[in-house]
């Protein structure tokens, strides 16, 4: 695979453990200004990740946990929209593969962003 330095690790994963490397450092910086910044560096790690996974059809499990991460840090950013469309992509992807126990999981998310944005139409959906 052109993807992969080491065998049975590809760009996707590198892109992953910079993410969370990255979420540790932010998870240690007192001020605010910079952990939005890290914030949105990391956020940018985790979105490459996942496109990783999800065009190469590859470790589906691993993009969904990540496209989990990617709401989580969009709600802490107060970027509600993009949480929003990324727990419905997340909500089909766990529907489409019976993982219902933990699509449970991303409505209980949705319906936080819903109350939060006021957007009730999204409990219809």
Known sequence: ??????????????????????LLLVSRTTSSDNGTIDCTKVLTL??????????????????????????SLHIQLGKFEEAKLTLKKLRRAYHTSGWDEIMIDVLQELQAVAERTADYSLAIE
Do not use: C
């Open 1 to 22: 695979d052109p993807d992969t330095d080491v065998p049975g690790r590809s760009m996707g994963y590198y892109y992953f453990l910079a993410a969370k490397n990255a």
């Open 46 to 71: 985790l979105i490459e990740a996942y496109e990783y996974y999800t065009q190469r059809h590859t470790q589906v499990r691993s993009g969904l946990q990540i496209g989990r991460l990617i709401a």
